[in-house]
């Protein structure tokens, strides 16, 4: 079975602070992609960072990274110096294949 | 670049009756997939089409059915409404629909079953 999970439902964080949101998946297969998208309230769900699963190296953009775990099938976003537009729903999503899985979603509060 | 379009933006229909919904990818993209989301269940894959092709299909029951167009369109309908449809539907298209792709996504309909 291939499952996303988000044990977090919740988070926050102050401005300017770091902030780490957990994922973990399942899966049989070894290669595969893995995303983080945000959904702000206007609902527009936009990437905002992939990992590729044959790719050691952790992917970064910006104040966004990741720290991709293979073995412990583990894909965790760290936000660096959070900022009040950062706030929205995060969803991390699994593909093997063309078929998005996504977890159930954190909802990042920041604090000013 | 236009991004993702759905239409409409919101729509309230009565049990029992059906509904289409219309997504219109972005330019020169090929892969167009739906998903379902509602706040118990998160996001639900329904279909993926590429090329006017269905080449996924999440586990939703045969009322919910889609199609692409020869210029990617595509549309989703839901026959039979139930009340656990109302949702948000949300349209994505991706360029190549390789796993690698990223998908971009619509602003979505929400659907109210009443």
């Known amino acids: 079975a291939q499952t996303v999970t988000q044990s977090q439902p919740e988070m926050s964080v102050q401005e300017a602070e770091t902030v780490t949101l957990s994922c973990t998946y399942d899966?049989?297969?070894?290669?595969?992609?893995l995303f983080w998208y945000k959904q702000p309230p206007s609902r527009q769900m936009i990437l905002v960072i992939r990992?590729?699963?044959?790719?050691?190296q952790n992917a970064t953009e910006n104040r966004f990274s990741v720290n991709f775990q293979k073995a412990a099938k583990s894909f965790s976003l760290k936000i660096s110096d959070s900022q009040l537009g950062d706030a929205a729903m995060y969803f991390c999503?699994?593909?093997?294949?063309?078929?998005?899985?996504f977890g159930t979603g954190t909802s990042l509060t920041v604090i000013p | 670049k236009a991004g993702v379009t759905q239409t409409p933006r919101y729509l309230i229909k009565t049990r029992g009756q059906q509904v289409t919904l219309s997504c219109s990818p972005i330019?020169?993209?090929?892969?167009v997939s739906w998903y379902q989301q509602t706040p118990g269940q998160g996001l639900q894959f329904l279909f993926e089409?590429?090329?006017?092709?269905?080449?996924n299909k999440g586990n939703f029951p045969g009322r919910f059915s889609g199609r692409q167009f020869s210029n990617s369109r595509s549309e989703m309908n839901v026959s039979t409404l139930e009340l656990g449809d109302s949702a948000l539907y949300l349209c994505?298209?991706?360029?190549?629909?390789?796993?690698?792709?990223?998908?971009?996504f619509g602003p979505g309909t929400r659907l109210t079953v009443t």
């Open positions: 994505a298209s991706g360029l190549r629909g390789d796993r690698g792709s990223e998908q971009y």
């Open positions: 899966t049989s297969e070894s290669d595969y992609y």
């Open positions: 990992q590729e699963a044959y790719k050691q």
């Open positions: 999503a699994y593909t093997p294949w063309g078929q998005f899985y």
């Open positions: 330019s020169g993209h090929r892969s």
């Open positions: 089409y590429f090329s006017e092709t269905q080449r």
